[in-house]
């Protein structure tokens, strides 16, 4: 070989090297925004497994008070027995900066007080990107209708619609992870 083909061969296996080197960069990145991707996705189904369930049974509290406490976009309180010990719990889901979380308050009997320094607060998903997560719809919502307006009338709550979206770093990719899922309250049809 003369030193132009030696010269020549090096070159080739240098861009052959390079080549391979962002070609595994790629897919080790490719890895880490899909299973950022996946764990969002996760801790939304995880939230919203507990939340439907607790949201549809909502029912009247211990002390007589109407099932819903407060409706926003943000933030919803009810009374649910969540626990299923016959005992009706106050609940809230609501948005912390961008951490979305549940507070649970149990009562104390005799009198029945709800207690808010009791209240036990934990967290169902973080990186939550949106303000907007709950849209509230009375009993004449056909699948088209615009949401309630806020300041919404409770009483008049029949169907909520649930959307959280997550983004565990909003400036690379993948795009955020948006999951929604409408609830029906069962036990205020009848009111």
């Not at 240098?14 to 969002?40: A, H, K, P, Y």
């Not at 967290?123 to 939550?128: F, R």
């Not at 709550?157 to 309250?185: A, Y």
């Amino acid at each position: 070989f003369t030193l132009l083909e030696i010269i020549i061969a090096m070159g080739i296996l240098g861009l052959i090297m390079t080549g391979i080197v962002f070609f595994v960069l790629d897919i080790s990145r490719s890895q880490i925004f899909l299973g950022e991707n996946l764990e969002s996705e996760e801790d939304i189904k995880q939230a919203l497994e507990i939340m439907v369930p607790e949201i549809r049974s909502i029912i009247t509290s211990n002390n007589g008070s109407y099932p819903i406490i407060a409706a926003s976009s943000s933030s919803f309180s009810f009374f649910s027995d969540i626990n299923s010990d016959g005992l009706i719990e106050k609940a809230r889901y609501f948005l912390d900066v961008n951490n979305f979380k549940k507070g649970v308050i149990v009562p104390t009997l005799n009198p029945v007080i709800y207690d808010p320094t009791s209240e036990k607060v934990t967290t169902l998903a973080s990186d939550v990107i949106s303000s907007n997560i709950f849209y509230y719809y009375d009993e004449n919502y056909d699948g088209s209708q615009s949401p309630l307006i806020i300041p919404i009338d409770i009483s008049k709550i029949r169907l909520i619609k649930i959307e959280l979206v997550v983004d565990q770093n909003p400036l690379t990719p993948p795009l955020p992870t948006k999951i929604g899922i409408f609830v029906d309250l069962r036990n205020l049809r009848v009111l």
